[in-house]
């Protein structure tokens, strides 16, 4: 059997965006997630947080508050009867206040170096795998790393620059369409 993965951008996909938050109260589903993410664990695909966290590196919260940020999406999933299969973020920025944060790194979306680590321990092939993400570098990251990629229009986008590899597979603003596309029941873009 062939593993299959989906990897989700955090802020602004899979939960509400709020900008810089690590307030594990306020870290919710966006709507239809918590279906979905229950509808694809079912069906055996994988699952992993893929994330920038640029708030390390302007000093807005400690890295170590990511550690918090990770059981609460843990404990989500398993309030849907799903599992978590890795949470992998880039604390860095090449314009970081903090020091040690500043670079211009390879795991940085649009740079794959995060989607490739993350399919690295699922142990999940890139044409076995999507990325679910709510702006283009997002689809860019997954195109480099050699996934497809679904554009969860949540009005996070705002700059629109445009490339072949900034081009999404799907473009969708429900997640019950993104359960769809990744258990290859639909081909439309909704």
């Known amino acids: 059997m ?19 938050n690590v307030d594990l109260e306020r870290i919710r589903f966006m ?10 664990a079912r ?18 919260f400690p890295e170590s508050a990511l550690v918090g940020v990770e059981r609460r999406l843990h404990g989500l999933f398993a309030d849907c ?5 890795g949470f992998h973020y880039c604390p860095h920025h090449p314009n970081a206040s903090v020091v040690r944060y500043r670079c211009a790194c390879r795991c940085r979306k649009p740079n794959a170096g995060l989607i490739q680590r993350a399919l690295a321990a699922l142990h999940v092939d890139p044409g076995e795998a999507w990325m679910v993400g709510d702006i283009l570098d997002d689809v860019e990251a997954a195109h480099a790393a050699g996934c497809r990629a679904i554009l969860f229009d949540s009005g996070g986008e705002t700059e629109w620059r445009t490339s072949p590899l900034r081009k999404p597979d799907h473009v969708t603003r429900r997640f019950a369409t993104v359960a769809d596309i990744v258990l290859g029941t639909t081909r439309a873009i909704a």
Do not use: C, W
């Not at 062939?2 to 810089?20: C, H, Y």
């Not at 709507?31 to 694809?40: E, K, M, N, Q, S």
């Not at 893929?50 to 807005?60: K, R, T, W």
């Open 43 to 60: 069906a055996g695909v994988r699952m992993a947080v893929v994330s920038n966290q640029p708030g390390v590196a302007f000093g807005y």
């Open 81 to 85: 009867g799903a599992q978590l299969d």
């Open 31 to 40: 709507p239809g997630a918590g279906r979905a993410v229950a509808r694809l």
């Open 2 to 20: 062939i593993s299959r993965a989906l990897l989700l951008d955090k802020d602004g996909t899979l939960v509400e965006n709020l900008p810089f």
